[in-house]
């Protein structure tokens, strides 16, 4: 190839320096890296849940039940979705928050769920069952379980090229509030899917708006 | 339009999978490229060689965002563009940008992708002189006098050489239409 070798003296030695450090890199680079920087915080939040609220004493029975498993259902299907949009934004033209779209079956069924829950319980104990004993921290802790799994995104971003900085940082947050959510159905022992649909939904969406909002300040490179 | 997006992108590659050389084939290859852009956007000079480094740089470090299945250009001056937009933004200039397909078609990667095997399969029925001599003065953007420099013939033989040639490829171009 007879290339145009008339770069500068300072851009030359800027490339000799730059081929200086070529490792290879691996086929889906993106995805690692993401699914590395989640692991990396979600060990902090598991830490988390430990230390401050404690696992729920009933776990080992609880993962024979229904609902352990609604709640998890939901929340992972979320967090998969949202990691594959991630891993969209995270790359120049990477396209838009459009790819969230299929959030839309796992809140529907979820819906459905607590329609179906609400039919079979007397109205006048519906209160109760969307409030649960939580509803006030839940949302509060989800948001602060996201944020070591935010911090662990931001690292990965450190070697990701994000254009659209703001749907990039939405993403992210939605990624580590599903994530942070997951893993705070260790502690939570609440049961219905009214309450998952509401107070859940709500901590992971303060998570994602938070992400949107410092997304194009901390994201930038 | 000198390199292919078939070029670059196998030099990417190879990049990608650790040859040295290539990446830093690839890195001076965009040199003139990204000089052109930026020179095609901004106004004053000044700026432009410490865009062109920051461009390569963040190829460098940004080179594992490149899907080796997806078009190597466009993901190209996606980069380069982001790093314009945060140049401007730096400067507090605000100045409208075009996004990455307008981007595309301007630097007229689309046609030259399309077109170059159509014309190389053209052209290599012609004369040595006569092709070169188009390809010079028609694709490579070359004034008539740089086009006779090169090619060490003198101006009207350049010129004489285009007339026949394109005289030439229109007539095989009926040829095949028949």
């Known amino acids: 190839m007879t290339a145009e070798f008339e770069t500068g003296g300072g851009t030359e030695r800027l490339i000799a320096a730059l081929a200086a450090d070529v490792p290879p890199v691996a086929r889906r680079f993106i995805g690692r890296r993401i699914a590395l920087g989640i692991a990396g915080g979600g060990v902090v939040s598991i830490g988390l849940v430990f230390a401050l609220f404690g696992m729920r004493p009933d776990f080992s029975q609880a993962v024979f039940g229904v609902s352990f498993w609604m709640k998890w259902a939901y929340t992972i299907s979320l967090g998969l979705i949202a990691v594959a949009a991630t891993v969209r934004l995270a790359r120049p033209i990477g396209g838009s928050l459009l790819m969230l779209w299929p959030l839309a079956l796992p809140v529907l069924l979820l819906a459905a769920l607590a329609f179906e829950e609400m039919a079979r319980t007397p109205v006048h104990d519906w209160l109760s069952m969307w409030l649960g004993g939580s509803w006030d921290r839940c949302p509060w802790r989800v948001l602060l379980l996201a944020a070591p799994i935010f911090l662990g995104l931001l690292w990965s971003f450190r070697k990701l090229a994000p254009t659209d900085l703001r749907a990039a940082g939405a993403a992210a947050g939605l990624a580590a509030g599903a994530w942070a959510a997951t893993i705070y159905c260790l502690h939570c022992d609440e049961f219905a899917a009214v309450f998952v649909l509401t107070w859940y939904t709500l901590g992971i969406l303060l998570a994602a708006a938070l992400g949107a909002l410092i997304g194009p300040r901390v994201l930038r490179w | ?178």
């Open chain 2, 1 to 178: 339009m000198r390199h292919s997006e078939a070029e670059l992108r196998a030099l990417m590659a190879a990049g990608l999978d650790g040859d040295a050389a290539a990446h830093a084939a690839l890195l001076r290859t965009l040199v003139p490229l990204m000089r052109s852009f930026f020179r095609r956007r901004m106004r004053g000079d000044e700026d432009i060689e410490d865009l062109v480094q920051e461009t390569l740089i963040a190829i460098h470090t940004k080179r594992g965002t490149y899907d080796r299945d997806r078009p190597f250009t466009a993901w190209l001056y996606a980069v380069a563009r982001y790093r314009l937009i945060d140049h401007l933004r730096r400067r507090r200039v605000s100045v409208p940008i075009e996004d990455v397909e307008a981007i595309l078609a301007t630097e007229g990667f689309e046609e030259a992708l399309t077109a170059r095997v159509d014309v190389d399969r053209l052209l290599s029925g012609l004369s040595t002189k006569q092709a070169r001599a188009i390809r010079d003065t028609h694709l490579d953007g070359l004034s008539v006098a740089e086009a006779a420099d090169g090619a060490r013939i003198g101006r009207s033989d350049v010129k004489v050489s285009v007339h026949r040639g394109l005289k030439a490829l229109a007539a095989r171009l009926r040829e095949q239409q028949r």
